[in-house]
């Protein structure tokens, strides 16, 4: 009840193009979504993130789409460039009075073609 | 601001030897987690401290794993003794205390390779 699961595994989208990863939960009491960037030897950094009261945040090239009837969200990285390459996590955490515990989806390593 | 810091960066070991990783989390961040990264793998969450005191190590192996963060700042999570299967990223990362919507700040990781 606790997992995240991410789709696809890797990715491979042409420059300019649209790149979208999706990620499904099963537990209702999730209510915080961040996605993650992770480059090669780096540690993972906050891209995005969404609360389940919203639908859809948009910050630059990067937007997410949440369903919270359907438990899914999806990012949403709009005229891909190379220097997006790199390995994506969706996680779900609990809210105020919780700890803050991220639970990563498995990750989805994208490869932007120039 | 400096971020978390790591180290070391890079560890090959014997398995059955110990090992040690040392993390420094931004300054007046209150909360500290650290997570194992296996290849191909979501980080998963070993130990949570809040200041120095364990919130939660429900998925830390207490027979060879052991973490502890003396002053509530700087941490350190050892393995001993080590197996084949604890090759992996171990990541730290601090907020500056628990609640919604905190950005989880992760350090570059330590690399641990055993053979």
């Not at chain 1, 099963?26 to 906050?46: C, H, I, M, R, S």
């Not at chain 1, 899914?72 to 891909?80: E, K, R, T, Y």
Request: aromatic letters at 10%; one cysteine or more.
């Amino acid at each position: 009840q606790q997992q995240v699961k991410q789709s696809p595994q890797s990715l491979i989208v042409q420059k300019g193009g649209i790149s979208i990863i999706n990620c499904a939960y099963e537990n209702t009491a999730f209510d915080y979504f961040p996605w993650y960037q992770q480059f090669p030897g780096k540690g993972p950094a906050l891209l995005i993130a969404i609360r389940p009261d919203v639908s859809e945040k948009k910050e630059g090239r990067f937007t997410i789409s949440f369903n919270k009837s359907a438990k899914q969200f999806s990012l949403h990285i709009m005229d891909s460039q190379p220097g997006d390459s790199a390995t994506y996590f969706c996680a779900a955490s609990f809210g105020s009075g919780n700890t803050g515990k991220l639970i990563f989806g498995q990750g989805t390593t994208l490869q932007v073609k120039p | 601001e400096a971020g978390v810091a790591q180290s070391p960066r890079y560890k090959i070991i014997e398995k059955r030897q110990s090992v040690a990783f040392w993390c420094n989390p931004i300054s007046g961040h209150a909360t500290l987690y650290w997570y194992q990264q296996i290849l191909g793998q979501g980080p998963k969450l070993l130990i949570q401290f809040q200041n120095n005191g364990v919130v939660d190590d429900s998925q830390l192996p207490k027979d060879r794993f052991s973490a502890e963060r003396l002053k509530g700042v700087d941490s350190t999570l050892k393995i001993q003794p080590a197996k084949l299967e604890d090759s992996a990223v171990y990541l730290c990362a601090s907020i500056l205390a628990p609640g919604r919507g905190e950005t989880q700040y992760f350090g570059p990781g330590t690399r641990l390779l055993v053979l």
